[in-house]
């Protein structure tokens, strides 16, 4: 896919013919400047068994520098090989992406392609295409359709944006605002926007009287205006959710796959397609936490855990991500990013790559295409620094590089905005977006206040250089659980980098990330030593303590000594 989306929007509606052609459906006479593309595809030789197709993409809109064609079949066609493009299939869903010489397509330009398959049976030609992951009718749902029994696309074509956050304001919680404007200097950062969580199913509807998702989108189109306004859910309920912890555990059982499609993905998306809601962009943090536990803590990892080998087992986490992206993406205004996990998590070369390949099995699973996927996200809902500037990744002190401090432990990364960037890039290389869209969550990774370093640490060796330096001041990069010194980061902004659409707030400040001893509750969130002050850790943190605060609440509950630790040690500091 591309992301300028208001240009290049998406694939016609197309009829097989008896020819076994699909054909545009428009001539110029026809109104041709308002069809954003067309496609032509041919199934050239058929021989019962097998065939060979070709694909002509056009494009009617502004130029770009990428695309990707998505289709799904409706017999039991298997693409075998194919030129010209680079051709995926995931069950009856298949994606064409561009190849490095073919992705510029000028307004008016055209790509072709080629492919080989097998089948059984017909070999009916796909009757509607998805071309930067949305589906779209010629002329809005207009009459010129060919097939007047194929019914139109009711939402027309998108009107999705590069980047969400560009020229938008961003929904305002005004259930956070008043918790944080009640605290003592809180109203410096109250009108800050944060993610809006549904962590369970009740969320959707509202929680002991508070607002639900229909709430919060009514709210936003009142904050909105005449102007255009992202607003940010986190959809979060998973099966088995944060198999290798317990502080965040979730209401669903590893094996209620369907309890998660109907109940909350299949509610959560009928709101969101409602028309009422047409002009907010809609920002989703897809599943945090989830995805990368299949590959750093499962059988024949140091950090293995039981649960996560169940998860893995079962496929429930690819397959609710996978519906996730595949309902959601199908609405106009709505933009995936999936959790990418965090430098200190995913940073060496054992869980990058096995990582990014896992967030492609899941972006075409169940439906899904690379085209459902917007962007990623990094850092959500945890304290990795933004941007380590005492030293980088190249140092060496005394001959001994960076890499081996007890600190990088061999990390290829130091700070978030590295690691983003280079997983994005990573994550293109295997087939999504050229424009992939990263967001970095700051809301808590600012490490201000007195124990900030004010420049490098003592090259007595790598260890002082390191330490001395380094602005995360955790005791260890495995420590997730309210940590002690933390700051808010760099306020919300849209495009502050390359490749990086906004840093957001998308886990909101003064929320706890878990409680410090076990709280009897019933949102199934249970009690994870992590969250503990005085545990002295395990093998995910080096055996270290948690440095975690005390007296802390369940896990999303206020926790008003956080919010105050995080002002205090803001970086760029509060006013």
Not at 283 to 289: K, P, R
Not at 342 to 350: C, I, K, N, V
Not at 390 to 414: E, L
Not at 493 to 519: F, L, Q, R
Request: with cysteine; charged share 15%.
């Amino acid at each position: 896919m591309t992301r300028s989306r208001t240009a290049m929007l998406a694939a016609l509606t197309l009829v097989a013919g008896a020819s076994g052609t699909a054909l545009a459906a428009h001539s110029a006479s026809a109104g041709a400047a308002a069809v954003p593309c067309t496609v032509d595809y041919k199934v050239q030789n058929d021989w019962g068994s097998g065939f060979t197709a070709a694909v002509t993409v056009t494009n009617n809109g502004a130029a770009t520098s990428s695309w990707s064609l998505a289709w799904t079949y409706a017999g039991s066609q298997k693409v075998t090989n194919s030129w010209n493009a680079k051709v995926s299939q995931s069950g009856a869903a298949v994606t064409a992406a561009n190849e490095s010489y073919n992705g510029t397509l000028s307004t008016g330009g055209s790509a072709s392609f080629g492919f080989q398959g097998t089948y059984s049976g017909s070999n009916a030609v796909p009757g509607t295409f998805k071309l930067n992951g949305v589906t779209c009718n010629v002329d809005d749902g207009g009459s010129t359709d060919p097939d007047p029994t194929d019914p139109p696309d009711p939402g027309g074509p998108s009107d999705r944006v590069n980047n969400p956050y560009a020229g938008a304001k961003v929904y305002v919680n005004p259930e956070w605002s008043e918790k944080a404007a009640a605290e003592p200097g809180g109203s410096r950062i109250a009108n800050q926007p944060t993610g809006v969580w549904l962590d369970r199913i009740a969320a959707i509807n509202g929680v002991n009287g508070g607002m639900g998702l229909r709430d919060h989108l009514d709210e936003a189109l009142t904050q909105k205006g005449s102007g255009e306004l992202a607003v940010q859910l986190v959809i979060y309920n998973l099966p088995g959710r944060d198999c290798a912890a317990l502080a965040s555990n979730g209401e669903l059982g590893p094996t209620e796959i369907d309890k998660y499609k109907t109940q909350y993905i299949d509610p959560i998306a009928a709101i969101l397609a409602d028309p009422k809601y047409a002009g907010l962009r809609i920002v989703t943090t897809v599943e945090i936490d989830s995805l990368p536990n299949l590959v750093t803590n499962v059988s024949g990892r140091p950090t293995a855990t039981p649960n996560c080998d169940v998860m893995k087992a079962n496929g429930n986490y690819q397959k609710g991500v996978g519906y996730a992206l595949n309902k959601l993406g199908d609405i106009d205004n709505v933009y995936n990013y999936v959790d990418a996990g965090h430098h200190g998590w995913l940073g060496w070369d054992s869980n990058f790559g096995p990582s990014a390949d896992m967030f492609k099995s899941a972006a075409t699973t169940e439906g899904a295409t690379v085209g459902d996927v917007h962007g990623f996200i990094v850092n959500t809902a945890n304290y990795s620094a933004l941007k380590e500037e005492n030293f980088k990744i190249t140092d060496s002190v005394n001959g001994t590089s960076v890499r081996q401090s007890k600190w990088v432990d061999w990390n290829q990364y130091t700070d978030e905005l590295s690691y983003a960037q280079a997983m994005r890039d990573k994550l293109v290389s295997l087939g999504f977006d050229q424009n992939l869209g990263m967001l970095i969550d700051t809301s808590r990774n600012g490490w201000g206040g007195t124990a900030r370093p004010t420049g490098p640490g003592a090259t007595t060796n790598v260890d002082t250089y390191v330490n001395g330096g380094r602005y995360d001041r955790r005791i260890h990069l495995g420590n997730w659980c309210n940590q002690a010194g933390a700051g808010l980061g760099e306020r919300p902004k849209a495009s502050p980098a390359a490749g990086i659409d906004a840093y957001v707030w998308m886990k909101p400040p003064g929320e706890s990330d878990g409680a410090s001893k076990e709280i009897p509750n019933d949102e199934g969130k249970g009690f994870d030593r992590m969250c503990d002050p005085t545990y002295t850790g395990n093998a995910r943190n080096g055996n270290s303590m948690s440095g975690a605060l005390g007296d802390a609440p369940v896990s999303g509950h206020w926790f008003s000594a956080q919010f105050q630790e995080l002002m205090k040690n803001a970086y760029p500091p509060l006013s």
